[in-house]
């Protein structure tokens, strides 16, 4: 069993880190407990350069693409030739595939299916519920979008496996969980994965192996975020972040009265439109594992902000003693980790229990975790939450 991030984005999309180069990809999914990741970008020349000087490590050719109606697609590639190939189809129909890591098509998410196909890479939606480049944001059905079943289909930080296979078309299709990083910090990279029976080589035996699993059903494990922790699990206003009911946004035509913001759509919504009203798992379906990032619960113990030097401190202590993230959060005694933190240890065990207060997050702005229950601001009332979430 290995630990798979399959969704990630190299310092040439925008809005990422311009330290996400292969070199430091590989070094801090390491840290986090990653066995294989996914490169990203992999259709960008300069990048696709880079990537070639480490074709022997723990890599995997992946690439995320925005089709004409701004529909997000995952393509996970054989090879290096194979990815040449595609930026080739591609490129009469993109003016900015050689310079951006996540290039625009201008091709409908068939065609893009049938290029991706023809050159035996797989396909799926990327983040398939979110309120601005998913699938389930244009479409209402995966099959109006590609005419054909995909290999998969990415969950996305603000779904899980409960809320999509309440959706009957999705109940015969493999899910992925994937972070979707735009930086190697550890809050970011690794904050979801997949938990995958495969064999370690080389680039192209990588993706021969992740092909296998995910065609014979060997992803033993989707783990991921609490979705209440995505920045769009409930609908809410972009710009000032107050959460609405659906009926009172469709009220005021989906802009804010407070601030005339925009107001999104959140997945919850969205997956109860798209319901049948029950939750069934297919037999093959994997059990999913909700996490939260080490550094956010260091953060909670300690008071102090994620990036500040107090936690990352904890954070390195505990990185030097038990090696990786993944193992610190699911699996090492809670004895042993008191021997660093007795604290955060404490809030480890919590979280295993699922005694941790969620509060969801909505409309661009990411949820918060707490010890004790807090008010959720819908638009003219006040929700506390009055359960913890379970694990």
Known sequence: MIDVDLHIHSKYSGGTSKDMNVENILKYSKVKGLDVVGTGDCLNPKYLEEIKEFKDRE??????????????????????????????????????????????????????????????????????FTPWTSIYKSFNSIYECYKNKPDFVELGLSADTEMADSIR??????????????SYYPHRLGREFNRVEMTVGNIEENFEELRKAIKHNKIYANIGVFPELGKYHL????????????????????RCPECKGLIKKGVLDRVKELSDGKIEHPSFRPPYIKIIPLLEIISLSTGKGVYSKTVNTIW???????????SILLDIEIEELKNINERVAKTIELFRK??????????????????????????????????????
Do not use: M, Q
Not at 170 to 177: E, K, S, W
Not at 235 to 244: D, G, H, M, Q
Not at 357 to 379: A, D, L, V
């Open 316 to 326: 390195n202590k505990f990185i030097e003693n038990f090696k990786n993230e993944i």
């Open 59 to 128: 890599l995997v050719l992946t690439v995320e693409v925005e089709d004409k109606d701004r529909v997000h697609h995952l393509l996970i590639v054989p090879s290096i030739s194979k990815a040449e190939e595609l930026r080739e189809s591609f490129k009469k129909y993109s003016k900015n595939i050689d310079t951006e890591g996540r290039p625009k098509i201008e091709l409908s998410g068939e065609e893009i299916f049938e290029i991706a196909k023809s050159s035996g890479s797989l396909i799926g939606p990327a983040h398939a």
């Open 169 to 182: 078309e999705l109940r015969d299709i493999p899910f992925l969980t994937n972070s979707d990083a735009h």
């Open 354 to 391: 699922g005694e941790i207060y969620i509060i969801p997050g909505g409309g661009g702005k990411y949820g918060e975790i707490s010890f004790t229950p807090k008010e959720i601001n819908y638009y003219k009332e006040k929700v506390t939450l009055d359960r913890w979430l379970s694990c």
């Open 235 to 254: 609908t809410a206003c972009s710009k000032c972040y107050t959460k609405f009911k659906k009926e009172d946004a469709e009220r005021f035509n989906w």
